[in-house]
């Protein structure tokens, strides 16, 4: 058993900032790609940020130089540093991460529950 918990969500103004967190937890071998996706009312679910193994990173065009994605590879969490927030980037953000864990010896691909932003104009 596999769980993702994300923090950090939460109310700020624009121009603010947040740093969201995504723990992963349980028989884990290895965590693969992970990434962020956000999905804001009434549109489709997207990639905001990802980011390898081996800290190769890419954006969406539209937080590149806003948004920071990192990984402690040793406590298996990820982040996303958002800095300069629009009210546009207001969504439920959820952790993605691409697992292989220990029995069996298998990728899976795993989701965090989600965690609101909401920028305030």
């Known amino acids: 058993q596999v769980h993702l918990v994300e923090s950090g969500g939460g109310l700020v103004q624009a121009g603010g900032s947040l740093r969201l967190s995504c723990a992963a937890s349980g028989s884990i071998f290895s965590i693969n790609s992970m990434g962020w996706y956000r999905q804001a009312p009434g549109k489709q679910r997207e990639l905001v940020a990802a980011i390898t193994s081996g800290g190769n990173t890419d954006y969406v065009d539209s937080v590149k130089g806003r948004f920071t994605i990192s990984r402690d590879n040793a406590k298996n969490t990820m982040y996303l540093q958002m800095n300069s927030l629009k009210p546009e980037n207001t969504a439920v953000y959820y952790c993605?991460?691409?697992?292989?864990?220990?029995?069996?010896?298998?990728?899976?691909?795993?989701w965090g529950q989600g965690t609101q932003v909401t920028v305030s104009s």
């Open positions: 993605h991460a691409d697992i292989t864990i220990i029995i069996p010896r298998r990728d899976y691909d795993y």
